[in-house]
T-cell receptor
Framework: GENVEQHPSTLSVQEGDSAVIKCTYS??????FPWYKQELGKRPQLIID?????GEKKDQRIAVTLNKTAKHFSLHITETQPEDSAVYFC??????????????FGDGTTLTVKP | SQTIHQWPATLVQPVGSPLSLECTVE??????LYWYRQAAGRGLQLLFY??????ISSEVPQNLSASRPQDRQFILSSKKLLLSDSGFYLC???????????FGPGTRLTVT
């Protein structure tokens, strides 16, 4: 089955700096890679995603890059703000008919942005 | 638009008591449904998933079970809770033709 590894497990940055979280996956059939942000006590919220036919996607201060050959993808947050502090999860998903479209999640990265 | 509900929001139950958590989805039909558990400070563990009414697949052996009596209803149950069942239970859905997966608000279960 799919295996997703996420690094680092904790990340602390100064406000205004950039933060980068990296994930690797093992199953070449995975074609959809979402990122979720989970604030304390709340549900994971989808913040950005990328599909396998795209190498990079950007939404304001957040960007995701995908290297299908190397099977890794990354989340980039620029100009970090204290409200970016949360746990971030990456995931890899096959097309929905395959394996019921189950997403495999990384173990999460706790991001702390210091004011 | 689609909405996913879970209840109750919080629950405190003694060891050995039964459990029933409910999840319903609105605004979509024939979704894939998933139950996850998240222990404190940990990642997301997939417990069960369902591709249709009455179709349940289990990811990990345990004392929990799941059922899908209606297209947009997903229930997580236990006959006798263990201390290790404590956690944050999240229901999620994903459309058959879509990519995105969305989570419900979750149920925080404490077994005492």
């Amino acid at each position: 089955g799919e295996n997703v590894e996420q690094h680092p497990s904790t990340l602390s940055v100064q406000e205004g700096d950039s933060a980068v979280i990296k994930c690797t996956y093992s199953d070449s059939a995975s074609n959809y890679f979402p990122w979720y942000k989970q604030e304390l006590g709340k549900r994971p919220q989808l913040i950005i995603d990328i599909r396998s036919n795209v190498g990079e996607k950007k939404d304001q201060r957040i960007a995701v890059t995908l290297n299908k050959t190397a099977k890794h993808f990354s989340l980039h947050i620029t100009e970090t703000q204290p409200e970016d502090s949360a746990v971030y999860f990456c995931a890899a998903s096959p097309p929905v008919p395959t394996n019921a479209g189950k997403s495999t999640f990384g173990d999460g990265t706790t991001l702390t942005v210091k004011p | 638009s689609q909405t996913i509900h879970q209840w109750p929001a919080t629950l405190v139950q003694p060891v050995g008591s039964p459990l029933s958590l409910e999840c319903t989805v609105e605004g979509t039909s024939n979704p894939n449904l998933y139950w996850y558990r998240q222990a404190a400070g940990r990642g997301l563990q997939l417990l069960f998933y369902s591709v249709g009414i009455g179709q349940i697949s289990s990811e990990v052996p345990q004392n929990l079970s799941a059922s899908r009596p209606q297209d947009r209803q997903f229930i997580l149950s236990s006959k006798k809770l263990l201390l290790s069942d404590s956690g944050f239970y999240l229901c999620a859905w994903r459309g058959k033709g879509g990519k995105e997966q969305y989570f419900g608000p979750g149920t925080r279960l404490t077994v005492t």
